[in-house]
Structures are given as structure tokens and as C-alpha cells.
């Protein structure tokens, strides 16, 4: 239990070049939440994150075929099954404006696009660019100071700025979900060096520099650079807290080490065409990725988060699961059950890979909860059928209670072409968010508490 000493929440273990900020600790709550119930559970803050995919899915092995509460997780989603009762699966909902609307083809681009703006994006394969503000921003516009980024914008696709990449679409809709108005996308960090020095550098350029060659040269660690101050934490705090900070550096640690092994196995690589530090392996980068936003939540570095799994329109072969032809060709499945079997494999291996964030949240206590008890995670894409490019009932789940305010373990299927954007209106909502309006929404789904 926590005595008398009392830090603040934004406190970080600084050394060169290094802020670290910390997770929650019983030390940064007042004595009279300690006792838990639910004005502690209120002094936790709710976080939000979107998680797309690309290509739809194969959505007879998505969706369950029961509603409410007893349901069994189809083939897809199955990977899911120990969070499920942290789970809604949300069948029926649409996003109308990714249609074409006398726009004529380039789906893949308005799919995501559209995904968290609901705004119909200007066709246009040059500067004059123009879609809408997505939801993430909105949120991120209101609570954002509240935390030391804003907003945090992951990817594992590295993307494309410019040029023509669907139909007459601008590259910039098919590798950019979020934007922070009609016309300035968000463009994802797929590096995650980069992210790991974001979280944990000081925001001082030069001095971010000379830390990462003093490391090199040394071969020393974050940590190395905070030791005296977290000694010197760690001799103040109750037990409780002890082990959890412990446990906490071991997991930068860890990840440290996973994220320059990745860099030398890339570097041994020459023939490789991506950045310095992207993994080659594709589901070790999705695995980092993940672990760097649940790790940016746990610190409260930021409440609000995007993670572009692949950009809509991809083309990624999986061999190592048996789909060796390109993601989207097979998309093009044509009722051909082969295809869409192996369709259905790349959106398991999608949710695996979706299952490890859950992991870690579920595992990271917050008071009497957890950290996924805190947050709103949705997972899904902005095309349900890849052969039709439909845009309605398409594969949504949100993973997280919310803070006590979505009542979760249920299949809940809405009426036909019932706006997503309902979705971010009834999250915004949760976050302190008033908006009353979000791209086509109609109103917020009371069915989620």
C-alpha cells in the first residue's frame, strides 16, 4: 500500500537525451482512491484507439451466427477467444460515403479514407486533396493537451505521399486513416526505433542524437541513462509499486533489445528494400508496433492512437500461412473457395496478430482492472466484401469497457446501413468528447452500455 510520499503523475525518470515517463502508480493516486470501487475507477483516464486492415474480410468466417452474449467466435476471430468477453463484434454498420457516389472506381482508397472521417473524399490524384477531419483527431483536438502527445500515429506500411495509387486517388487516401483536417493527413511512423526515441527521448533534437551514439558506441541501453533516478524512486516506494516499476523497466528492456535485434537482422539484409529499423519480417513488425502503443498507453503518453496495419489496396503475399499470392488479388476471389480460404487465413493471422495488444493490456493492472478495462479499441476495415468492394456491414469489433461505460461480451447486430459513424460518436462521447456530428452519423448506439 501506498504511505505517506506522493508523486505526480507526470513524473519522468530523465537522464541524457531521455524523459521516461512512468506507469500509474498506487504513489500517484490520492489516499482516499486507494480503496478502489468507483471513484477510483474514475481517476483512470479512457483510451482510444482504431486498428485497420485491409481488403475486407472473408465475412462468412467473421461473423457469428448467434446475437447477444452466448456466442462462438467463427474461424476468423477465434484467435480473440480469451478476451472475449472484453469483446463486442458489431455487425450491420456502414460507411456509406466510401461508396462511389458517381465517383466511379477507387474503393480501396475511399475505404480508408472515409474509415474514421465518414466524409466522401475529393477525387483527385494531385494536391487538392480533401476528405475530413477523422474521428481520432477530433478527440485528440479536445484531450490531447492533456497528455505529452497528442495523438500517436502508427503504421506498418510504409507510405506513399504522393502520386496516383487507385483509380484516379491520391496515394495520400490509400496510406493515411487519420487526418487533422479535410486536407492535412497524419501520415503513420512505421519505424519502430523511431517511436521507441519518440516515447522515451526528451524532444531535443541534437541531444536525442548524442544520446543514440553514446549508446551505439557503449552499447548501453535507455535504462542506463535513468538508473540513478529510478534507484532513487524505487527507495520510496511501497512494495506494491517496487514490483510493478520493476516489472515495467524489464519490459522497456525487453522491447529494446527485440527492436535492435530486428534492426540487425535488417541490416545483414542489404537486399531488403525498406528503412533502417523496419523489421523484415512482417509479423515481427505488427508485434512491436502493437507492443509500442500498449506501451504509450501504460504511460500515458498519449489517449489516442491509429495503427494502419497495411494500407487498403495491399498487396502483401503471406506465405508463411499458405496464401503466397497478393492480399488484394486474392481479395478478387470471384466465389472461388480456395481464394477465399485463403482470404479467410490472412484475416486470422490480422486478428493473432490483434490479439497480442489485447494480451498486453489485459495484463497490465490499473487499480482494480485492467488497462484494456480503460480503453476503446476498434478493429476492422472499411471494405467487408473484397470481390464487391461493399462498404456496408462491415467487420467491426471494439475490444475495452471504456472505463465502465460499454457492457462487452456481446454480438450485437444493427440495422441495415447503420452509419460506423454512430460508433465514433457514442466513443467520442465516452471521452469527453461533445460532438454532434461525425461525417453521416444519425445518433450514438445506446446499444454499447
Given at each position: 500500500?501506498?504511505?505517506?510520499?506522493?508523486?505526480?503523475?507526470?513524473?519522468?525518470?530523465?537522464?541524457?537525451?531521455?524523459?521516461?515517463?512512468?506507469?500509474?502508480?498506487?504513489?500517484?493516486?490520492?489516499?482516499?482512491?486507494?480503496?478502489?470501487?468507483?471513484?477510483?475507477?474514475?481517476?483512470?483516464?479512457?483510451?482510444?484507439?482504431?486498428?485497420?486492415?485491409?481488403?475486407?474480410?472473408?465475412?462468412?468466417?467473421?461473423?457469428?451466427?448467434?446475437?447477444?452474449?452466448?456466442?462462438?467466435?467463427?474461424?476468423?476471430?477465434?484467435?480473440?477467444?480469451?478476451?472475449?468477453?472484453?469483446?463486442?463484434?458489431?455487425?450491420?454498420?456502414?460507411?456509406?460515403?466510401?461508396?462511389?457516389?458517381?465517383?466511379?472506381?477507387?474503393?480501396?482508397?475511399?475505404?480508408?479514407?472515409?474509415?474514421?472521417?465518414?466524409?466522401?473524399?475529393?477525387?483527385?490524384?494531385?494536391?487538392?486533396?480533401?476528405?475530413?477531419?477523422?474521428?481520432?483527431?477530433?478527440?485528440?483536438?479536445?484531450?490531447?493537451?492533456?497528455?505529452?502527445?497528442?495523438?500517436l500515429e502508427l503504421g506498418c506500411d510504409r507510405s506513399q505521399k504522393a502520386g496516383?495509387?487507385?483509380?484516379?486517388?491520391?496515394?495520400?487516401?490509400?496510406?493515411?486513416?487519420?487526418?487533422?483536417?479535410?486536407?492535412?493527413?497524419m501520415p503513420p511512423e512505421v519505424n519502430p526505433r523511431l517511436v521507441f526515441e519518440?516515447?522515451?527521448?526528451?524532444?531535443?533534437?541534437?541531444?536525442?542524437?548524442?544520446?543514440?551514439?553514446?549508446?551505439?558506441?557503449?552499447?548501453?541501453?535507455?535504462?542506463?541513462?535513468?538508473?540513478?533516478?529510478?534507484?532513487?524512486?524505487?527507495?520510496?516506494?511501497?512494495?506494491?509499486?517496487?514490483?510493478?516499476?520493476?516489472?515495467?523497466?524489464?519490459?522497456?528492456?525487453?522491447?529494446?533489445?527485440?527492436?535492435?535485434?530486428?534492426?540487425?537482422?535488417?541490416?545483414?539484409?542489404?537486399?531488403?528494400?525498406?528503412?533502417?529499423?523496419?523489421?523484415?519480417?512482417?509479423?515481427?513488425?505488427?508485434?512491436?508496433?502493437?507492443?509500442?502503443?500498449?506501451?504509450?498507453?501504460?504511460?500515458?503518453?498519449?489517449?489516442?492512437?491509429?495503427?494502419?496495419?497495411?494500407?487498403?489496396?495491399?498487396?502483401?503475399?503471406?506465405?508463411?500461412?499458405?496464401?503466397?499470392?497478393?492480399?488484394?488479388?486474392?481479395?478478387?476471389?470471384?466465389?472461388?473457395?480456395?481464394?477465399?480460404?485463403?482470404?479467410?487465413?490472412?484475416?486470422?493471422?490480422?486478428?493473432?496478430?490483434?490479439?497480442?495488444?489485447?494480451?498486453?493490456?489485459?495484463?497490465?493492472?490499473?487499480?482494480?482492472?485492467?488497462?484494456?478495462?480503460?480503453?476503446?479499441?476498434?478493429?476492422?476495415?472499411?471494405?467487408?466484401?473484397?470481390?464487391?468492394?461493399?462498404?456496408?456491414?462491415?467487420?467491426?469489433?471494439?475490444?475495452?469497457?471504456?472505463?465502465?461505460?460499454?457492457?462487452?461480451?456481446?454480438?450485437?447486430?444493427?440495422?441495415?446501413?447503420?452509419?460506423?459513424?454512430?460508433?465514433?460518436?457514442?466513443?467520442?462521447?465516452?471521452?469527453?468528447?461533445?460532438?454532434?456530428?461525425?461525417?453521416?452519423?444519425?445518433?450514438?448506439?445506446?446499444?454499447?452500455?
Open positions: 500500500m501506498q504511505g505517506k510520499w506522493h508523486i505526480p503523475r507526470r513524473t519522468f525518470l530523465k537522464g541524457l537525451g531521455t524523459a521516461m515517463a512512468l506507469p500509474m502508480l498506487e504513489a500517484m493516486l490520492p489516499g482516499s482512491l486507494l480503496a478502489g470501487g468507483a471513484e477510483a475507477a474514475k481517476a483512470f483516464p479512457k483510451r482510444m484507439a482504431f486498428v485497420y486492415v485491409p481488403n475486407g474480410a472473408n465475412m462468412t468466417d467473421w461473423t457469428p451466427t448467434t446475437v447477444g452474449a452466448d456466442f462462438k467466435l467463427p474461424y476468423i476471430l477465434e484467435p480473440l477467444e480469451p478476451f472475449q468477453k472484453e469483446l463486442l463484434i458489431l455487425s450491420g454498420l456502414a460507411q456509406d460515403r466510401a461508396a462511389a457516389h458517381g465517383d466511379g472506381a477507387g474503393d480501396h482508397a475511399r475505404a480508408s479514407a472515409t474509415f474514421l472521417t465518414g466524409c466522401q473524399a475529393r477525387k483527385t490524384a494531385g494536391a487538392d486533396i480533401k476528405v475530413g477531419m477523422s474521428v481520432d483527431q477530433l478527440a485528440a483536438a479536445k484531450v490531447g493537451r492533456q497528455t505529452r502527445f497528442a495523438s496516383n495509387c487507385d483509380s484516379g486517388y491520391s496515394c495520400a487516401y490509400s496510406y493515411n486513416i487519420s487526418w487533422k483536417t479535410e486536407s492535412t493527413p519518440r516515447l522515451f527521448g526528451n524532444g531535443k533534437r541534437d541531444e536525442t542524437q548524442e544520446k543514440r551514439a553514446r549508446r551505439k558506441r557503449y552499447q548501453t541501453s535507455i535504462l542506463d541513462f535513468v538508473l540513478s533516478e529510478a534507484d532513487q524512486l524505487r527507495g520510496n516506494l511501497g512494495y506494491t509499486d517496487r514490483h510493478k516499476l520493476e516489472e515495467y523497466l524489464t519490459g522497456i528492456r525487453e522491447l529494446e533489445q527485440r527492436i535492435e535485434r530486428a534492426e540487425h537482422f535488417a541490416a545483414v539484409n542489404p537486399d531488403y528494400k525498406c528503412p533502417t529499423g523496419i523489421p523484415q519480417d512482417f509479423e515481427q513488425h505488427t508485434e512491436l508496433m502493437f507492443d509500442l502503443l500498449a506501451l504509450a498507453f501504460q504511460t500515458d503518453s498519449t489517449r489516442i492512437s491509429t495503427l494502419l496495419i497495411a494500407h487498403d489496396g495491399s498487396n502483401r503475399s503471406y506465405p508463411g500461412i499458405g496464401a503466397p499470392e497478393g492480399h488484394h488479388d486474392l481479395s478478387h476471389h470471384g466465389s472461388d473457395e480456395v481464394k477465399m480460404q485463403k482470404i479467410a487465413k490472412i484475416n486470422r493471422f490480422h486478428a493473432k496478430q490483434f490479439a497480442r495488444l489485447l494480451q498486453k493490456l489485459s495484463t497490465t493492472q490499473e487499480g482494480d482492472g485492467t488497462l484494456l478495462d480503460n480503453c476503446m479499441i476498434v478493429y476492422g476495415s472499411g471494405i467487408s466484401d473484397g470481390n464487391t468492394h461493399s462498404h456496408h456491414d462491415l467487420p467491426i469489433v471494439v475490444a475495452g469497457r471504456g472505463g465502465g461505460t460499454i457492457q462487452a461480451g456481446r454480438h450485437i447486430r444493427f440495422g441495415e446501413a447503420t452509419p460506423l459513424n454512430n460508433l465514433y460518436l457514442s466513443m467520442l462521447d465516452r471521452m469527453g468528447v461533445a460532438a454532434e456530428k461525425v461525417g453521416d452519423s444519425t445518433g450514438k448506439l445506446v446499444e454499447l452500455s
